[in-house]
């Protein structure tokens, strides 16, 4: 690596370090993280460097937008295979990684050619991104750890009644969308991860997950 390239770079390192470092902040906030801000630093650092080599400005992309969900990504991988996370937060960690994709997909889609002027079929969009999300929270509801288990008798009740129509639902799934949902989910595997078992590439398992989450919208909204 010649010299201006490795100027280049901590240019680049330096300039976006505070970007790196606010959304660092916001996750610790989200999750009640303490003491390991260096950690979460580091990896979004990661995640900044992964979104540099694969931005392509021609698709009309802020790099801003394009490295948000990757640096956020990658800092919340890291969280999800620490073991210091509070009481409570494993849930809303399965849940904003289920988000983030979804939202990162949805900006590469309005990014190769957003609706424009047409109220209804921006409305009908933005329906069904909610409804995307919506899933994504049912289920990572649904897999949350025994420890983090509603205790009151009547909370139990409605919990086992939802659990019994999203674990029907989500046999409902074709096998490799099903795969992913549980793998992602329930065993707290990383897209890559299993993506890399079922033979697909990770913007494809991104994919797949969206339309995991559209069928089980609609399989939840019928029952």
């Known amino acids: 690596?010649?010299?201006?390239?490795?100027?280049?770079?901590?240019?680049?390192?330096?300039?976006?370090?505070?970007?790196?470092?606010?959304?660092?902040?916001?996750?610790?906030?989200?999750?009640?993280?303490?003491?390991?801000?260096?950690?979460?630093?580091?990896?979004?650092m990661?995640?900044?460097?992964?979104?540099?080599?694969r931005f392509d400005a021609s698709r009309g992309v802020k790099f801003n937008t394009f490295a948000y969900y990757r640096v956020?990504?990658?800092?919340?991988?890291?969280?999800?295979?620490?073991?210091?996370?509070?009481?409570?937060?494993?849930?809303?960690?399965?849940?904003?990684?289920?988000?983030?994709d979804v939202l990162e997909a949805e900006a590469e889609i309005q990014a190769a050619g957003p609706a424009k002027g047409d109220a209804a079929a921006n409305l009908a969009r933005a329906d069904e991104v909610l409804g995307k999300l919506t899933a994504s929270?049912?289920?990572?509801?649904l897999g949350q750890d025994e420890a983090e288990a509603v205790e009151t008798p009547e909370a139990n009740v409605i919990a086992r009644t939802e659990a019994t129509r999203v674990r029907r639902a989500l046999e409902g799934l074709p096998d490799r969308e099903r795969a992913l949902v549980k793998?992602?989910?329930?065993?707290?595997?990383?897209?890559?991860?299993?993506?890399?078992?079922?033979?697909?590439s990770k913007s494809w398992a991104s994919r797949i997950h969206g339309k995991a989450l559209d069928l089980l919208r609609r399989s939840l909204q019928e029952r």
Request: net charge negative; with cysteine; proline share 2%.
């Open 46 to 53: 990661e995640g900044l460097v992964g979104a540099r080599n």
């Open 1 to 44: 690596m010649s010299n201006s390239k490795v100027g280049d770079d901590r240019d680049f390192v330096d300039e976006w370090r505070p970007f790196v470092a606010s959304i660092a902040h916001k996750v610790c906030a989200q999750f009640g993280i303490q003491g390991e801000l260096d950690d979460l630093l580091a990896a979004g």
């Open 183 to 200: 793998g992602f989910y329930f065993d707290g595997r990383r897209f890559d991860e299993v993506a890399a078992e079922l033979g697909i």
């Open 137 to 141: 929270f049912v289920i990572a509801s």
């Open 72 to 100: 956020r990504g990658a800092i919340i991988d890291h969280v999800r295979r620490q073991a210091y996370l509070p009481s409570g937060s494993h849930r809303l960690v399965r849940a904003a990684a289920g988000a983030d």
